[in-house]
T-cell receptor, first 116, second 114 residues
Framework: AQSVSQHNHHVILSEAASLELGCNYS??????LFWYVQYPGQHLQLLLK??????LVKGIKGFEAEFIKSKFSFNLRKPSVQWSDTAEYFC??????????????FGKGTHLIIQP | EPEVTQTPSHQVTQMGQEVILRCVPI?????FYWYRQILGQKVEFLVS????????KSEIFDDQFSVERPDGSNFTLKIRSTKLEDSAMYFC????????????FGPGTRLTVL
């Protein structure tokens, strides 16, 4: 079975600082990878995803993530954070099979606080 | 933009009572999911549903749980006899093409079992 590890559970940054949130997964085969964000009082929203192709993927609100297969990693980055980025960030993985309806495996999440 | 909706937003129940959590997936989606998040813990997959039957379920989804698509729009999760440890946030999600497609999540139902 697959698993996801997010290294930072709480991160506090000042506005304009650069952000990198770590995500590592454990699975022997091909996977699809996701970052979801949950703003205070809102539901989980997709930030970005990787299925295949260019390992550097760009998402909404200036976020990007890089899939490094050899390291089983999918770290989330943003060069300059804003106060509105305060939220909970979840990395998730699902084995790729070309079909089926299996569930996502989530990491524990990173609570990001941006100080003005 | 189409959204997944869930009702109620908060449900309080007594231990041993049955609860039904409701979800309306995005209208053209075919695959449906339930997840839960116990306070302070990770979001955990419960069950997936396609073509009017369960596709996959986790170890959490025991005989106390059941899912149903009673009509063309609703997708429900029933807990037959709630336990204290069932207290959690329950999320519904849906997707058009199944595994590998983006799952769209609802706002969740907070279940409190007393």
């Amino acid at each position: 079975a697959q698993s996801v590890s997010q290294h930072n559970h709480h991160v506090i940054l000042s506005e304009a600082a650069s952000l990198e949130l770590g995500c590592n997964y454990s699975y022997g085969g091909t996977v699809n990878l996701f970052w979801y964000v949950q703003y205070p009082g809102q539901h989980l929203q997709l930030l970005l995803k990787y299925f295949s192709g260019d390992p550097l993927v760009k998402g909404i609100k200036g976020f990007e993530a890089e899939f490094i297969k050899s390291k089983f990693s999918f770290n989330l980055r943003k060069p300059s954070v804003q106060w509105s980025d305060t939220a909970e960030y979840f990395c998730a993985v699902i084995p790729y099979s070309g079909g089926g309806a299996d569930g996502l495996t989530f990491g524990k999440g990173t609570h990001l606080i941006i100080q003005p | 933009e189409p959204e997944v909706t869930q009702t109620p937003s908060h449900q309080v129940t007594q231990m041993g009572q049955e609860v039904i959590l409701r979800c309306v997936p995005i209208s053209n989606h075919l695959y449906f999911y339930w997840y839960r998040q116990i306070l302070g813990q990770k979001v955990e997959f419960l069950v997936s549903f396609y073509n009017n039957e369960i596709s996959e379920k986790s170890e959490i989804f025991d005989d106390q749980f059941s899912v149903e698509r009673p009509d063309g729009s609703n997708f429900t999760l029933k807990i037959r006899s709630t336990k204290l440890e069932d207290s959690a946030m329950y999320f519904c999600a849906s997707t058009a093409r199944g595994r590998g497609d983006t799952q769209y999540f609802g706002p969740g139902t907070r279940l409190t079992v007393l």
